[in-house]
T-cell receptor
Framework: AQSVTQLDSQVPVFEEAPVELRCNYS??????LFWYVQYPNQGLQLLLK??????LVKGINGFEAEFNKSQTSFHLRKPSVHISDTAEYFC???????????FGTGTSLTVIP | DADVTQTPRNRITKTGKRIMLECSQT?????MYWYRQDPGLGLRLIYY???????NKGEISDGYSVSRQAQAKFSLSLESAIPNQTALYFC???????????????????FGPGTRLTVL
């Protein structure tokens, strides 16, 4: 079975400061990894994904994430956040052999002016 | 126009009523999903369908049923709504386009805008 753990439910950060949102997963098989963002009153949209290849993945809006297989982690980072980054962020995994997605419980990022 | 649409966007109903939430997509994807979102619990999978003739239960299917009326349409029904089904419901699509190359990687999910359901 797969599970996804987002260790921080809420992360407040000042504008222009760096941020890291943590995600760990457990799986007995290889997986694909995703980060989604949900802005207030909207559906989820893809930030970035890891399917194969380079373990450092760059996404939209200046976000990046690094896949660490030995630590089963896929942490999301941004070197300098903006007010508009205030949103809920979800980590998700999908097995190679299927297309079910398993989502974490989400991290609420609040950027403080 | 949005690729994944959900109707209604908001619904308030009473305990015991039958409710249907509808989802349509124009992305040509073969796979469709229904999730519910609750504060602090993230998204949980209710049902998913890999094709018109393929319906699968997710982790929280009790109290729900689905119908895949066509490749582009996937509806979720609450036969007898109860208050703990109050939540935000999302439809999503993914997978290769209908008639696309076999063996394509499973890929990104595309979400609709959500339906906020309140059961009194």
């Amino acid at each position: 079975a797969q599970s996804v753990t987002q260790l921080d439910s809420q992360v407040p950060v000042f504008e222009e400061a760096p941020v890291e949102l943590r995600c760990n997963y457990s799986s007995s098989v290889s997986v694909y990894l995703f980060w989604y963002v949900q802005y207030p009153n909207q559906g989820l949209q893809l930030l970035l994904k890891y399917l194969s290849g380079s373990t450092l993945v760059k996404g939209i809006n200046g976000f990046e994430a690094e896949f660490n297989k030995s630590q089963t982690s896929f942490h999301l980072r941004k070197p300098s956040v903006h007010i508009s980054d205030t949103a809920e962020y979800f980590c998700a995994v999908s097995r190679f052999t299927g297309n079910q997605f398993y989502f974490g419980t989400g991290t609420s990022l609040t950027v403080i002016p | 126009d949005a690729d994944v649409t959900q109707t209604p966007r908001n619904r308030i109903t009473k305990t015991g009523k039958r409710i249907m939430l509808e989802c349509s997509q124009t992305k040509g994807h073969d796979r469709m999903y229904w999730y519910r979102q609750d504060p602090g619990l993230g998204l949980r999978l209710i049902y998913y369908s890999f094709d018109v003739k393929d319906i699968n239960k997710g982790e929280i299917s009790d109290g729900y049923s689905v119908s895949r009326q066509a490749q582009a349409k996937f509806s979720l029904s609450l036969e007898s709504a109860i208050p703990n089904q109050t939540a935000l419901y999302f439809c999503a699509t993914s997978g290769r386009k209908t008639g696309g190359l076999a063996g394509a990687l499973p890929d990104t999910q595309y979400f609709g805008p959500g339906t906020r359901l309140t059961v009194l």
